[in-house]
């Protein structure tokens, strides 16, 4: 059960759009159209953002899309806003039939 | 208002129990599954453990395998996590988290956990 890898860190200007990788195996995000995306300001709960690949729950901006390729799944957010600034954290069903999580992506709007 | 709230958090020594609850409002618990995510002081997110509807599959992490038991009362509509043999790296804020289609769409506020002696 290793985590997903994602970058610690990315950063973008107001405006711009910024992408985040998650890379997983064969045994979860490979395999299954079943990764979510959390959005997680400091000190409060992760937000759903993003599920089963590029499904945006009601009320979540168009400027926040996901994508699969092969064994890497990645967000993409657009018209960056300070607003956006927080962790992201990607999660993939397993086949093992659990759950795994991202190390976190930490966004930061210059 | 769709709601989750837990509680039973608090300090115990290495090695003893404590029991989380999660407590459901504004929908009906016996619907979805349910999982249970941690976070230890400044780290990522961890999935813990899940279990379904009926409450008849259970799922674990690893590293809580064999002490964790997750369970629930849909008549109560509440979620509970057992968690024995507690080590320091339990550490944590635990989060409830409801499950719809493969995404967890709603959270409670979290209830900490310290492992300490």
């Known amino acids: 059960q290793s985590a997903l890898t994602q970058p610690p860190s990315v950063s973008g200007s107001p405006g711009q759009s910024v992408t985040i990788s998650c890379t997983g195996t064969g045994n979860d995000v490979g395999p299954h159209n079943r990764v979510s995306w959390y959005q997680q300001p400091p000190g409060t709960a992760p937000k759903l953002m993003i599920y089963?690949?590029?499904n945006r729950p009601s009320g979540v901006p168009d400027r926040f899309s996901g994508s699969k390729s092969g064994n890497t799944a990645s967000l993409t957010i657009s018209g960056l806003q300070a607003e956006d600034e927080a962790d992201y954290y990607c999660s993939s069903y397993t086949s093992s039939s659990t759950w795994v999580f991202g190390g976190g992506t930490k966004l930061t709007v210059l | 208002e769709v709601q989750l709230v837990e509680s039973g958090g608090g300090l115990v020594q290495p090695g003893g129990s404590l029991r989380l609850s999660c407590a459901a409002s504004?929908?009906?618990?016996?619907?979805?599954?349910m999982h249970w995510v941690r976070q230890a002081p400044g780290k990522g997110l961890v999935w813990v453990s899940r279990?379904?509807?009926?409450?008849?599959?259970?799922y674990y992490a690893d590293s809580v395998k064999g002490r964790f038991t997750i369970s629930r009362d849909n008549v109560k509509n509440t979620l509970f996590l057992q968690m024995n043999s507690l080590r320091a790296e339990d550490t944590a804020v635990y989060y409830c988290a409801r499950q719809q289609h493969f995404g967890m769409d709603v959270w409670g506020q979290g209830t900490t956990v310290t492992v300490s002696s």
């Open positions: 089963e690949v590029t």
């Open positions: 279990v379904n509807s009926e409450a008849s599959s259970t």
């Open positions: 504004g929908f009906t618990l016996s619907t979805y599954w």
